[in-house]
């Protein structure tokens, strides 16, 4: 059996990746973090990883970046289908990405497929990557932009472009409208926009909606 090691910072998610893999796969470990998810990684190493994009300590492709070159391959298995996480965590080493409304069987044949080697892409993702490499995306110029702001920063932003209302964005992050209102400022000074319209414009010619 294939060895799996998952990777999210919600138990009641991990545990149903876990029942639907049953019988499927061998779950040798979970994680909930970058530390937890690189130690678990040295300890068993696993055939496949399935990877959250943005986890507590640093994120999907710092996990990667720690644990260095191995025979482990990682699977990202993310809500996010925005084309900065597909293509950032692929360029940190991924194998393959899928978005978490994958159903069990189609789970554990993208498992089965990255631990012989493929690559592995929900359908619609695959059209990011080969655009990516295709040119059409300008991945420095994101990268460069996106990395002025904080990893909240990126989900007020995220929000925000796609028409969110402050209190809307507030309640999907459980934090304070005031708080959005100074994440909104900092985004806006660190891009060099005036205005939501501005930021909806930046952000949808870079694909991040």
């Known amino acids: ?3 799996v090691v998952i990777v999210d910072d919600h ?3 991990r545990a149903g990746v876990r029942a639907e893999l049953a019988g499927a796969v061998e779950v040798v470990a979970e994680a909930e973090d970058v530390p937890t998810a690189v130690a678990a ?5 696993p055939d496949v990883v399935l990877l959250d994009v943005h986890l507590p300590g640093g994120g999907g492709v710092e996990v990667m970046r720690q644990v260095g070159a191995t025979g482990t391959r990682f699977l990202a298995l993310s809500v996010s289908d925005a084309a900065e996480d597909v ?5 940190g080493g991924a194998r393959g990405y899928v978005t978490k409304t994958i159903t069990g069987p189609e789970l554990v044949a993208a498992i089965t497929r990255v631990a012989d080697g493929d690559a592995v892409f929900s359908p619609r993702l695959a059209g990011f990557v080969l655009d990516a490499f295709a040119g059409s995306i300008e ?3 994101v990268d ?5 702001l904080t990893e909240r920063e990126r989900e007020v932003m995220r929000l925000i472009a796609r028409g969110y209302a402050y209190k809307e964005v507030a309640r999907e992050l459980f934090i304070s409208i005031k708080t959005v209102e100074t994440h909104m400022s900092s985004v806006l000074r660190k891009l060099q926009l005036s205005s939501r319209h501005e930021l909806t414009r930046w952000a949808s010619d870079r694909r991040l909606l």
């Open 139 to 141: 991945i420095a110029a």
């Open 41 to 45: 990684v040295r300890e068993h190493q």
């Open 144 to 148: 460069e932009d996106l990395d002025r």
């Open 1 to 3: 059996m294939t060895r």
């Open 11 to 13: 138990a009641m998610f």
């Open 87 to 91: 293509i950032g965590t692929i360029r």
